[in-house]
């Protein structure tokens, strides 16, 4: 795909991103920090909304390529990104792997076991769980199923996740088009929508 458009906001690079998935995965496994007994900051909701979607494509360098590509989409959708777990044979927190620390630099992020302990029982409840499937042009009609496959099925499931209903969209994975966010923010206004569950990242692959 090289001519398509770039990705990323403008003025960063991939391997800007990537670099800092690197200090974070780097930092995380140097760091002996206890974080058990580390200060917790109280969290609050964030009215912008927040994004989620499952990491279940491929090895460490297709789910590294994905959740990048989906951190710069939180970034230009302005919603928090709930850090998914890393597939690496089981279903790995995000904080096992990487520092959440690091990742917060670029943007907003919580660790999806943060999320789905202490904001949605309150704020996005079981009755108000939609999740979003990407429809291709020319297949309207199909259905959405959040959990068609083994890898989407368990990564729900472990979650706590169950979707009460799903719809389908058709929307550009362009991070670096600012018209991007005024497309994602008309189909899925917060108010309506504040929690954008995606059956898979918002992003292209390969990253560039």
């Known amino acids: 795909m090289a001519d398509s458009p770039p990705l990323l906001p403008s003025g960063h690079a991939p391997g800007w991103l990537l670099a800092v998935l690197v200090i974070a995965m ?12 580390a200060p917790q900051k109280a969290l ?11 990491l279940c494509m491929g090895r460490f ?14 970034k230009r959708v302005d919603r928090t990104l709930v850090l998914p777990p890393w597939n690496d044979g ?7 792997w990487f520092k959440v620390e690091e990742v ?8 999806a076991k943060q999320f789905m302990e202490k904001l949605a029982p309150t704020h996005w409840p079981e009755a108000e769980r939609v999740g979003m ?10 259905p959405c199923v959040m959990d068609d496959s083994d890898h989407h099925f368990w990564f ?18 362009v ?34």
């Open 26 to 37: 780097y930092t995380a496994s140097t760091s002996c920090e206890d974080v058990s007994t």
């Open 44 to 54: 609050q909701w964030d009215t912008n909304g927040y994004l989620f979607f499952c």
């Open 61 to 74: 360098g297709n789910q590294a390529a994905h959740f990048l590509g989906g951190l710069a989409m939180a």
């Open 90 to 96: 089981r279903l790995a927190p995000f904080d096992e």
């Open 104 to 111: 917060a630099k670029y943007h907003r992020v919580i660790t």
């Open 133 to 142: 499937c990407y429809q291709f042009p020319g297949h309207k009609g199909k």
């Open 156 to 173: 729900w499931r472990d979650q706590g996740v169950t979707f009460v209903r799903s719809e389908p969209y058709f929307l550009p994975f």
């Open 175 to 208: 991070a670096a088009q600012e018209r991007t966010a005024r497309e994602w923010d008309e189909r899925f206004p917060p108010s309506r929508y504040p929690v954008v569950a995606l059956r898979g990242a918002p992003a292209q692959f390969p990253l560039a």
